[in-house]
T-cell receptor
């Protein structure tokens, strides 16, 4: 157990639907990162939050949004789902920012859009 | 965008063999990290290399950071089936304030 909890572990939904993925970071970690992993693209950074505030945005689609709550858990909302959104979605947390902070990853949510 | 190229993409070897995988970029990084990911799990941090030319050892795994801090290698001695997994390198840029950039990984299979 890495200390980062992601739910649900698996999700199957239809095109056009909306889903919410949840992440609880490791105790004491203030930064939360969301990544999407697919076979052809590898791990792609989506968005980062630090202590409740958005800090960085990557290749996140406009149909996707996220937030970090006061208790530091984070949610990634995916809407108007397309077949191509099927992927593994990982959340990672770190204690701080900057140099040399290793990321602690959760076990991921496998999203299948049918 | 800083890119990290990993090679080979796939590697299948017999137990007991040695191997080296590479992580290359045209960009300079303040540090590089190596992760291993097993099926159904998230990546797990193995090591962080910070200084150009630095060599770190983790049991049978040897990690090296290039002198120019643009590339890194991972050498495994006497590979074992438990080494099977996806090996990812990830770079931290010079300012240190942007998220990790990951390579696509090397998928290693060690056959008993």
């Amino acid at each position: 157990d890495s200390g980062v909890t992601q739910t649900p572990k698996h999700l199957i939904t239809a095109t056009g639907q909306r889903v919410t993925l949840r992440c609880s970071p490791r105790s004491g970690d203030l930064s939360v990162y969301w990544y999407q992993q697919s076979l052809d693209q590898g791990l792609q950074f989506l968005i980062q939050y630090y202590n409740g505030e958005e800090r960085a945005k990557g290749n996140i689609l406009e149909r996707f949004s996220a937030q970090q709550f006061p208790d530091l858990h984070s949610e990634l909302n995916l809407s108007s789902l397309e077949l191509g959104d099927s992927a593994l979605y990982f959340c990672a947390s770190t204690t701080g920012q900057g140099l040399n902070y290793g990321y602690t990853f959760g076990s991921g949510t496998r999203l299948t859009v049918v | 965008t800083q890119l990290l190229e990993q090679s080979p993409q796939f590697l299948s070897i017999q137990e007991g063999e040695n191997l080296t995988v590479y992580c290359n970029s045209s960009s300079v990084f303040s540090s590089l990290q190596w992760y291993r990911q097993e099926p159904g799990e998230g990546p797990v941090l193995l090591v962080t290399v910070v200084t150009g030319g630095e060599v770190k050892k983790l049991k049978r795994l040897t990690f090296q950071f290039g002198d120019a801090r643009k590339d890194s290698s991972l050498h495994i001695t006497a590979a074992q089936p438990g080494d099977t997994g996806l090996y990812l390198c990830a770079g931290i840029n010079l300012s240190g304030n942007t998220p990790l950039v990951f390579g696509k990984g090397t998928r290693l299979s060690v056959i008993a």
